[in-house]
T-cell receptor, first 115, second 110 residues
Framework: SAVISQKPSRDICQRGTSLTIQCQVDSQVTMMFWYRQQPGQSLTLIATANQGSEATYESGFVIDKFPISRPNLTFSTLTVSNMSPEDSSIYLC????????????FGPGTRLTVL | QKEVEQNSGPLSVPEGAIASLNCTYSDRGSQSFFWYRQYSGKSPELIMFIYSNGDKEDGRFTAQLNKASQYVSLLIRDSQPSDSATYLCAVKTGGFKTIFGAGTRLFVKA
């Protein structure tokens, strides 16, 4: 299994500001995934981050709003830019299992509240 | 049409009963099927996966897959109050992306 940490665990931000969320994995992984989970909702994939290439965004998510960095095989950041109250959500970092297993492991999440 | 559909619940069962959770998916090319459990305020954690038609048992949990009907289910035997959580059905196609259902909230009454 993979051990994933995220920082910050929670934050309260003002409208119009930006927040960068960090994700650290204890082993090297090819792909890292960023999800959003709005209150009472399921997980929505924002983008997939590969090391050495631009992130691939899902429909409804754009790089200007959610820029992603992937500088190495164990680390990624997601920035939520120009925030509005609609961005209030839990943001989760995830990786695929090691050794070819298909399951996903999730970080503890970052709970974001935008006022 | 949603890609992965679940009844949002809540599903309420008495302690010791069998809880039955259901899920349907739209992509016939889907190859891997998962059930995750998510406690309130926590991240999802995998409890079962299944790749082939039929049943797969792991302790009190049984996953059932019917690809012809595009249907996945999870049975929890001898339900305990600690099983109270949201259960997410998830599906992977031939690629790397996992699609999650909206989740079913389960309450096990002591």
């Amino acid at each position: 299994s993979a051990v994933i940490s995220q920082k910050p665990s929670r934050d309260i931000c003002q409208r119009g500001t930006s927040l960068t969320i960090q994700c650290q994995v204890d082993s090297q992984v090819t792909m890292m995934f960023w999800y959003r989970q709005q209150p009472g909702q399921s997980l929505t994939l924002i983008a997939t981050a590969n090391q050495g290439s631009e992130a691939t965004y899902e429909s409804g998510f754009v790089i200007d709003k959610f820029p992603i960095s992937r500088p190495n095989l164990t680390f990624s950041t997601l920035t939520v830019s120009n925030m509005s109250p609609e961005d209030s959500s839990i943001y989760l970092c995830s990786v695929d299992g090691m050794g070819g297993s298909n399951e996903q492991f999730f970080g503890p999440g970052t709970r974001l509240t935008v006022l | 049409q949603k890609e992965v559909e679940q009844n949002s619940g809540p599903l309420s069962v008495p302690e010791g009963a069998i809880a039955s959770l259901n899920c349907t998916y739209s992509d016939r090319g889907s190859q891997s099927f998962f059930w995750y459990r998510q406690y309130s305020g926590k991240s999802p954690e995998l409890i079962m996966f299944i790749y082939s038609n039929g049943d797969k048992e792991d302790g009190r949990f049984t996953a059932q897959l019917n690809k012809a009907s595009q249907y996945v289910s999870l049975l929890i035997r001898d339900s305990q109050p600690s099983d109270s959580a949201t259960y997410l059905c998830a599906v992977k196609t031939g690629g790397f992306k996992t699609i999650f259902g909206a989740g079913t909230r389960l309450f096990v009454k002591a």
